[in-house]
Antibody, heavy 120, light 110 residues
Framework: EVQLVESGGGLVQPGRSLRLSCAAS????????MHWVRQVPGKGLEWVSG????????DYADSVKGRFTVSRDNAKNSLYLQMNSLRVEDTALYYC?????????????WGQGTLVTVSS | QSALTQPPSASGSPGQSVTISCTGT?????????VSWYQQHPGKAPKLIIY???KRPSGVPDRFSGSRSGNTASLTVSGLQAEDEADYYC??????????FGGGTKLTVL
């Protein structure tokens, strides 16, 4: 059974940093691309970042480019999102999602999300 | 990356069919065979129900079907059931590992 468990969310002040983690199990982690997708409570989904199976291709939404950094550790079956210079508008539930393939943007499985609240 | 365009709401009675549209551009919906649809019930994570325009993952009822014409993709739910009431999002590949979502459609079963 595929499981994705996000952690690291919380309350943080504007301008500060936070690091999210996603622990994956139930599949061969290094065979698939992974993504972060966020959702403001009550609003729609926004793709944030994607990383290919070997970290060779990494992309970001324009809204987070230059502030967020995605990475993965295939030995630990883990995905990360380093979020710097956080803004109030980054407040959202952050989901980790497994891709259908080694590269792309089809979100086959999702975690339950970790809530990030940016507020002074 | 502009969001894909979906109607904010749709509705139908039990047993009826309803179609939700998703309009993009030739750089996303119309340019790749990688349009997907997600169902999200309140308080739950999204669930993949259609991928690569018209394919269904194992376990998804065949009442759900997908299609595309030009830059517009569509999700049709046939034989509506009460449990189909949810938010539906389309998504498209937009190059490399980039994705783009629609704004979401709230489906109400009357």
């Amino acid at each position: 059974e595929v499981q994705l468990v996000e952690s690291g969310g919380g309350l943080v002040q504007p301008g500060r940093s936070l690091r999210l983690s996603c622990a994956a199990s139930g599949f061969t982690f290094d065979d698939y691309a992974m993504h972060w997708v966020r959702q403001v409570p009550g609003k729609g989904l926004e793709w944030v970042s994607g990383i290919s199976w070997n970290s060779g291709r990494i992309d970001y939404a324009d809204s987070v480019k230059g502030r967020f950094t995605v990475s993965r550790d295939n030995a630990k079956n883990s995905l990360y999102l380093q979020m710097n210079s956080l803004r109030v508008e980054d407040t959202a539930l952050y989901y980790c999602a497994k891709d259908l393939k080694y590269s792309g943007s089809t979100f086959e499985y999702w975690g339950q999300g970790t809530l990030v609240t940016v507020s002074s | 990356q502009s969001a894909l365009t979906q109607p904010p709401s749709a509705s139908g009675s039990p047993g009826q069919s309803v179609t939700i549209s998703c309009t993009g551009t030739s750089s996303d919906v119309g340019g790749y065979n990688y349009v997907s649809w997600y169902q999200q019930h309140p308080g739950k994570a999204p669930k993949l129900i259609i991928y690569e325009v018209s394919k269904r993952p194992s376990g998804v009822p065949d009442r759900f079907s997908g299609s595309r014409s030009g830059n517009t993709a569509s999700l049709t739910v046939s034989g509506l059931q009460a449990e189909d009431e949810a938010d539906y999002y389309c998504s498209s590949y937009a190059g490399s590992n980039k994705g783009v979502f629609g704004g979401g459609t709230k489906l109400t079963v009357l």
